[in-house]
């Protein structure tokens, strides 16, 4: 009886100790999943937002509202290169300003980059989720301006840690928020991160 009685403890304090252990490391497991997670969605969103730039100085200040157009301006369009001979804020120059325009293909600054086109609409653990993605006119303080967003859910890219259960370790962890840059309301780059 008293040998069963000892069996029984052992298996308790082994089942405790197992509890107590796993209760201290769930919230560290989280907290760096998160941060590796959000940080490479982060870089994502960063890049996307300068090929969306990219794009605003080729297309005359339009942004793409889908990837496919995103890619097509970055493969085939050009960047505007103008060399200005003089000084034109110089009141007191006297020769004569020219403006020499050139165009450099824009894929060529991608490939330096090391951007692939083609892998900038996913989500990066998202399974093969893509990022949605806005673009359109509208008038701000009386001007006419050009807006866009791009941004996922972090449900999304939090694989099996999109459980709501999550906040008691983050009180700011919201899982159903986007992760987002831009903004369809006003003419803002600025991500949310």
Same mark, same amino acid.
């Given at each position: 009886? #008293?040998?069963? =009685?000892?069996?029984?403890?052992?298996?308790?304090?082994?089942?405790?100790?197992?509890?107590?252990?796993?209760?201290?490391?769930?919230?560290?497991?989280?907290?760096?999943? +998160?941060? #590796?997670?959000?940080?490479?969605?982060?870089?994502?969103? =960063?890049?996307?937002? +300068? /090929?969306? $730039?990219?794009? #605003?100085?080729?297309?005359? %200040?339009?942004?793409?509202?889908?990837?496919?157009?995103?890619?097509?301006? !970055? #493969?085939?369009?050009?960047?505007?290169?103008? +060399?200005? &001979?003089?000084?034109?804020?110089?009141?007191?120059?006297? %020769?004569?300003?020219?403006?020499?325009?050139?165009?450099?293909?824009?894929?060529?600054?991608?490939?330096? !980059?090391?951007?692939?086109?083609?892998? =900038?609409?996913?989500?990066?653990? %998202? %399974?093969?989720?893509?990022?949605?993605?806005?673009?359109? *006119?509208?008038?701000?303080?009386? *001007? !006419?301006?050009?807006?866009? $967003?791009?941004?996922?859910?972090?449900? &999304?890219? /939090?694989?099996?840690?999109?459980?709501?259960?999550?906040?008691?370790?983050?009180?700011?962890?919201?899982?159903?928020? /986007?992760?987002?840059?831009?903004? /369809?309301? +006003?003419?803002?780059?600025?991500?949310?991160?």
């Amino acid at each position: 009886m #008293r040998v069963i =009685l000892n069996v029984v403890l052992v298996i308790l304090i082994i089942a405790i100790g197992y509890l107590l252990v796993n209760s201290i490391q769930e919230p560290i497991k989280f907290k760096a999943e +998160k941060d #590796r997670r959000t940080n490479l969605v982060m870089d994502k969103l =960063l890049t996307i937002r +300068k /090929m969306q $730039e990219f794009h #605003r100085d080729i297309k005359n %200040g339009s942004f793409a509202n889908s990837f496919d157009s995103l890619a097509h301006v !970055l #493969r085939y369009g050009q960047f505007r290169n103008i +060399k200005v &001979t003089g000084d034109p804020d110089d009141p007191n120059f006297t %020769g004569e300003i020219t403006y020499d325009t050139s165009y450099i293909p824009a894929f060529d600054t991608i490939q330096a !980059l090391g951007i692939n086109l083609d892998s =900038l609409q996913y989500v990066p653990f %998202g %399974g093969g989720e893509t990022f949605s993605i806005q673009a359109d *006119t509208m008038t701000y303080q009386s *001007t !006419l301006v050009h807006v866009v $967003e791009v941004g996922t859910p972090i449900k &999304t890219f /939090m694989g099996p840690f999109a459980d709501l259960k999550y906040t008691k370790y983050d009180n700011s962890y919201k899982p159903n928020n /986007m992760m987002k840059f831009g903004d /369809m309301n +006003k003419p803002n780059l600025s991500g949310n991160w």
